[in-house]
C-alpha cells in the first residue's frame, strides 16, 4: 500500500469503527435475540451483517451518481455529514441514545436481522455519511472503504457471536465507558468534516 494511503486506510477503519462500535453493539444484539437458540443468533448475526455491508457498498458505488443526480456539493455533503456525526457522536457522550438509532424493542421474529439490526443500528445515518464522505476521491479510495467496511461487518459478527460470554466478562459499566470513547471520536470525526467542508466551499487551502 501505498504511503499516503495508509494514514486514509487507518482514518478510514477508525472513523466506521467509531461509528459502528461493534462493542457498544453486542447489548442491543443481545436484547434483540435474547429469546433466540444459539444457531438462530448466529444466523441473524451473519445476515444483520451481510445486509449491512450491501447498503453500505451501494451509496459508496453509486455516491457521485447520487450527488450527480440531486445536485449535491462535495461541501455541502461534508458539512451536513458533519453536523449529523457529531450530533450521533454528543448523544453518545451524554449517555443518551442517538435519535437515529433508538429502536423500540420488536417481538422477536428472525426478520429483526434486516431491521432494526441492519438498518438502522449497522447500516444507519450515520455509518452511511461515514462512508460516503470516505468516497468522495479516487476509485483506490472507495476500494479501500469497501474492503475496510467489510472487515468491520466481519468484526462485528464476531462480536455478535460471543456477545453472550462479553457481556458476563465485562459488564455494562465497561461497554457505557467505551461507548463514551467511541462518542468522542465521533464527535470529532464530525468536526473535520465541517471544517474540511467549510474549507472546501470558501477554498481556503493552507499557505506555502
Known amino acids: 500500500m501505498s504511503p499516503d494511503l495508509l494514514p486514509f ?3 478510514v477503519f477508525t472513523g466506521f469503527f467509531a461509528i459502528m462500535n461493534p462493542i457498544a453493539n453486542i447489548p442491543i444484539f443481545s436484547s434483540l435475540v435474547e429469546d433466540a437458540d444459539k444457531q438462530t443468533k448466529r444466523e441473524i448475526s451473519r445476515k444483520a451483517t451481510w445486509v449491512a455491508f450491501l447498503i453500505v457498498t ?4 453509486l455516491g457521485k451518481f447520487i450527488f450527480e443526480l ?3 456539493t462535495i461541501p455541502a455533503f461534508k458539512i451536513t455529514g458533519g453536523i449529523l456525526i457529531f450530533f450521533v457522536g454528543f448523544e453518545m457522550l451524554q449517555s443518551k441514545k442517538s435519535k437515529v438509532k433508538t429502536i423500540e424493542k420488536p417481538v422477536f421474529d428472525e426478520d429483526i436481522a434486516i431491521s432494526p439490526l441492519a438498518i438502522p443500528i449497522l447500516a444507519g445515518p450515520g455509518t452511511i455519511v461515514t462512508a460516503m464522505n470516505f468516497a468522495t476521491g479516487s476509485y483506490i479510495h472507495i476500494g479501500i472503504v469497501v474492503f475496510t467496511f467489510a472487515l468491520m461487518c466481519i ?3 464476531w462480536a455478535f457471536r460471543i456477545s453472550d460470554r462479553v457481556i458476563q466478562k465485562l459488564g455494562n459499566n465497561v461497554i457505557t465507558v467505551v461507548g463514551k470513547i467511541m462518542g468522542l471520536i465521533i464527535a470529532i470525526i464530525g468536526t473535520s468534516m465541517i471544517i474540511d467542508g467549510i474549507k472546501l466551499a470558501f477554498d481556503i487551502s493552507p499557505k506555502s
Open 58 to 61: 451501494v451509496f459508496v458505488i
Open 70 to 72: 440531486f445536485g449535491i
Open 9 to 11: 486506510a487507518l482514518s
Open 155 to 157: 468484526l462485528t459478527h
